[in-house]
């Protein structure tokens, strides 16, 4: 309402909290800022991280690079066009005058700047109004203007000392350019919009000038040669992934938001599943059955930490609380994977570095590793590191970082096949076997170690797991020798979710989408891998590739870390989680939340209420013609079915969606085209019924034979009689069906009408996974 409003907003409170200690912010906190840009905030604010934190300088830099990252992920056509449609017809001459202009940022990408004349503000505002891609030089003569020029979207002052004339305009025009150029606003030579028009009699009062101005717009030229600018599409730092995109990835934030929304209590079924990592603080039976209770979908077993037999014990007891509650809830197993840490320390005692000395860090390996000791003496510090092939992998210039990136050493050369030099960036006590990342470096470890593929054959395949998340994988091929792991030791109905965590998981994507089940979008690693403000960019580009892909996404990692010891999560982690369902994730994941922390049903249950008021706000119309559009033709049946369902669905304000799908083809197309309202899948397969848990909107429905009756013929059917007792519509209290047409005035008036049903069936009422058909009950 701001931004159509012309009125300028700034986003405040807890947007970077953790960073009153911590020199980095949360990932909640990044995607935070982020979205804030996303959303049209003006201007985003700190509060105690400056007032009172330990980095107020740091904070300030991390938000402004988050934040200036941001708006290069913004579609800007897409804004203008919508705050322009958006805005009450007819406007006045100058806003007439200052969109056209707002528009030529749009038409030509490398327009340095806007330059407009602007004594009172009026002007520069409605131009920050249209948000232009490139800066707004304001040349003003009021020194309130200059100062408010600091709180609004773009703009940037030029103080001249006295009111601009006719006589004084291309003087005070040249020197706007050439200021904007200096302090690099606008590219030496580039093109420059400048929006003039000037009081006509110099001699009128300054308030009667104000409104007898000829407003005008043109086109000049900074001074300088300009040279295009090398446009990577790239948000990545590895020169061999800075090439130019040949399309960009386009999201759709498709939300519609009305006071009924932000005030009702009510919310919808929810639709966006909960993924909850299993810990010492939820192992028992009854905190198992309180995350059940309070929203769980799917349990995590994260297989990086314990043996075999103790994992066992979690999940036995898990599936004895899932039968006793009659529920269908998943589980899933997270590999270990590659991973890169630092060496054992002599005496086994920390170590302390200081920034700006110079250390020496020695490729052990993995074999090694455990034995070699560090030390830090007065002719030399070194430490050793599990893989081998650093000095052959990184180059001067790269940075490692240690202990989730508190430690960061800039290396300088490489001194031989196992050692190499670097400088310590920051201050750190470094310990033994702390995790390390090496951003912008392709890792040669293999995603699978020794341990994974024992995990998978010994455990995930035995016990006939619904998921294997599989960490750092990198490219298709990763994906497809899981598989082949899979399929030859019994596990083919198992479902591979591939963890993208760093950058060649993120250069690889539409390879590794083609061969996965789903993805995750795993932002603790990914934070390091890649600069923190650029993980939101990451995120909305990794989802709405899996949405287009029609594959499921889920967003993990920090997403409400701060109730690991607090009964209610901080702003920036509320935001959070409503912004990845914004963006299309299929679920959220809860890690140390429900693993260690303090309140973990409090927490489920606190994600699951953000998620359904989330889907409050989704527009299913636009997010249905966005996945068509985007949709490579022709489609398969299945999907055809699905979108025309799913669209149907919006048209006559659908309650259920009953998918009849055996192995589960026909019930993920249906969810790939997020439909307004719940879908039941009924299905006679267990592992397709518990798969659900990951899928948007799926809850399932598990039967015996799936020929053995029609379960969706009319209101009175198995299958809606179930739907209404897992609370996904409201009781029909109708008009029983008839042959021919009813006669409306005859019939007792409904005290609660339950909404229309679709069914995707086959030709006889069964799987729908081959020849689906769409009916409407």
């Given at each position: 309402k701001c931004n159509i409003a012309g009125k300028y907003v700034i986003c405040a409170t807890q947007m970077l909290e953790s960073m009153c200690e911590n020199p980095l912010p949360t990932r909640a906190e990044m995607t935070d800022v982020a979205n804030a840009v996303f959303d049209g905030a003006d201007a985003t604010m700190l509060s105690g991280e400056t007032a009172n934190g330990a980095f107020p300088a740091k904070a300030v830099a991390t938000?402004?690079?988050?934040?200036?990252?941001?708006?290069?992920?913004?579609?800007?056509?897409?804004?203008?066009?919508?705050?322009?449609?958006?805005?009450?017809?007819?406007?006045?001459?100058?806003?007439?005058?200052?969109?056209?202009?707002?528009?030529?940022?749009?038409?030509?990408?490398?327009?340095?700047?806007?330059?407009?004349?602007?004594?009172?503000?009026?002007?520069?505002?409605?131009?920050?109004?249209?948000?232009?891609?490139?800066?707004?030089?304001?040349?003003?003569?009021?020194?309130s203007v200059v100062k408010h020029c600091n709180s609004v979207f773009g703009q940037y002052a030029y103080h001249i000392p006295e009111p601009a004339t006719w006589a004084t305009e291309t003087q005070y025009r040249q020197g706007a350019v050439e200021f904007a150029v200096a302090q690099r606003l606008c590219q030496p030579g580039a093109m420059v919009a400048v929006i003039g028009g000037v009081p006509q009699d110099v001699v009128m009062t300054k308030k009667?000038?104000?409104?007898?101005?000829i407003p005008s717009f043109g086109i000049t030229t900074a001074p300088g040669v300009f040279r295009k600018m090398a446009r990577t599409g790239s948000t990545l730092i590895n020169p061999a992934y800075a090439e130019e995109s040949a399309v960009k990835t386009i999201s759709l934030r498709s939300t519609a938001i009305s006071l009924d929304e932000v005030f009702s209590p009510a919310a919808p079924v929810r639709k966006t599943k909960i993924v909850c990592t299993m810990g010492p603080k939820c192992w028992d039976e009854q905190t198992m059955a309180e995350l059940i209770d309070a929203g769980m979908n799917v349990a995590r077993f994260n297989f990086s930490h314990g043996d075999h037999e103790a994992h066992q014990g979690v999940l036995d007891r898990f599936r004895k609380v899932c039968a006793?509650?009659?529920?269908?809830?998943?589980?899933?197993?997270?590999?270990?994977?590659?991973?890169?840490r630092t060496a054992m320390l002599r005496n086994h005692e920390?170590?302390?570095?200081?920034?700006?000395?110079?250390?020496?860090?020695?490729?052990?390996?993995?074999?090694?590793?455990?034995?070699?000791?560090?030390?830090?003496?007065?002719?030399?510090?070194?430490?050793?590191?599990?893989?081998?092939?650093?000095?052959?992998?990184?180059?001067?210039?790269?940075?490692?970082?240690?202990?989730?990136?508190?430690?960061?050493?800039?290396?300088?050369?490489?001194?031989?096949?196992?050692?190499?030099?670097?400088?310590?960036?920051?201050?750190?006590?470094?310990?033994?076997?702390?995790?390390?990342?090496?951003?912008?470096?392709?890792?040669?470890?293999?995603?699978?170690?020794?341990?994974?593929?024992?995990?998978?054959?010994?455990?995930?395949?035995k016990n006939k797991m619904d998921f294997i998340a599989v960490s750092f994988v990198q490219t298709g091929e990763d994906v497809q020798n899981v598989r082949q792991i899979l399929n030859e030791n019994g596990g083919e109905d198992i479902q591979i979710i591939s963890k993208i965590e760093n950058e060649e998981g993120v250069a690889n994507i539409d390879a590794i989408l083609k061969y996965s089940d789903g993805i995750m979008v795993a932002r603790g690693d990914l934070g390091m891998e890649i600069p923190s403000q650029k993980v939101a960019l990451a995120q909305k580009m990794l989802i709405t590739k899996a949405n287009v892909a029609g594959r499921f996404a889920i967003c993990a990692t920090q997403m409400l870390e701060?109730?690991?010891?607090?009964?209610?999560?901080?702003?920036?982690?509320?935001?959070?989680?409503?912004?990845?369902?914004?963006?299309?994730?299929?679920?959220?994941?809860?890690?140390?939340?429900?693993?260690?922390?303090?309140?973990?049903?409090?927490?489920?249950?606190?994600?699951?209420?953000?998620?359904?008021?989330?889907?409050?706000?989704?527009?299913?119309?636009?997010?249905?013609?966005?996945?068509?559009?985007?949709?490579?033709?022709?489609?398969?049946?299945?999907?055809?079915?699905?979108?025309?369902?799913?669209?149907?669905?919006?048209?006559?304000?659908?309650?259920?969606?009953?998918?009849?799908?055996?192995?589960?083809?026909a019930a993920k197309a249906m969810s790939k085209y997020r439909p307004p309202c719940p879908i039941l899948v009924v299905t006679a397969d267990a592992a397709t019924a518990r798969q659900t848990g990951a899928y948007f909107g799926q809850y399932a429905m598990k039967v015996d034979d799936l020929t053995s009756e029609k379960f969706a013929v009319d209101r009175f059917?198995?299958?809606i009689t179930e739907a209404k007792a897992l609370k996904l519509m409201k009781e029909w209290q109708g008009m029983k069906r008839t042959p021919s047409s009813l006669d409306l005035s005859k019939q007792p008036k409904p005290q609660t009408r339950g909404g229309n049903i679709i069914v995707i069936a086959g030709p006889d009422g069964g799987d729908a996974d081959k020849h689906p058909v769409v009916s409407f009950l």
């Open positions: 938000m402004a690079a988050i934040a200036r990252n941001a708006e290069e992920g913004v579609n800007h056509c897409q804004v203008y066009n919508f705050i322009r449609d958006f805005t009450p017809m007819p406007v006045g001459t100058i806003e007439a005058v200052v969109a056209c202009a707002s528009k030529t940022a749009v038409d030509i990408p490398d327009l340095g700047c806007i330059v407009v004349f602007s004594e009172s503000g009026y002007r520069a505002n409605l131009c920050s109004k249209y948000r232009p891609r490139c800066p707004i030089v304001v040349i003003t003569h009021n020194a009667a000038a104000s409104s007898h101005v006793e509650k009659n529920s269908n809830c998943a589980v899933l197993l997270d590999t270990k994977g590659p991973e890169v920390p170590i302390q570095l200081e920034k700006g000395q110079e250390i020496i860090v020695y490729a052990a390996g993995p074999d090694e590793y455990t034995t070699f000791e560090g030390y830090k003496t007065e002719e030399e510090t070194k430490i050793g590191c599990s893989y081998a092939k650093l000095c052959q992998s990184v180059r001067p210039g790269n940075k490692l970082l240690f202990a989730d990136g508190s430690l960061c050493i800039e290396v300088l050369e490489i001194l031989d096949d196992r050692n190499l030099k670097g400088r310590v960036l920051n201050d750190k006590k470094l310990g033994e076997r702390k995790n390390g990342n090496l951003p912008g470096v392709k890792v040669e470890l293999d995603v699978l170690q020794p341990k994974d593929v024992d995990d998978i054959k010994n455990f995930a395949c701060s109730m690991c010891d607090n009964p209610l999560p901080t702003r920036a982690e509320m935001l959070d989680v409503a912004n990845a369902v914004f963006d299309g994730a299929d679920a959220t994941m809860l890690s140390g939340e429900t693993a260690n922390g303090a309140f973990p049903a409090v927490a489920v249950s606190t994600m699951a209420a953000i998620n359904a008021n989330a889907e409050l706000a989704k527009t299913s119309s636009a997010s249905i013609s966005f996945l068509r559009d985007f949709t490579q033709r022709p489609f398969t049946t299945i999907e055809s079915a699905a979108a025309s369902a799913a669209m149907g669905a919006v048209d006559c304000a659908a309650e259920l969606i009953v998918v009849i799908s055996g192995k589960g083809a059917a198995p299958a």
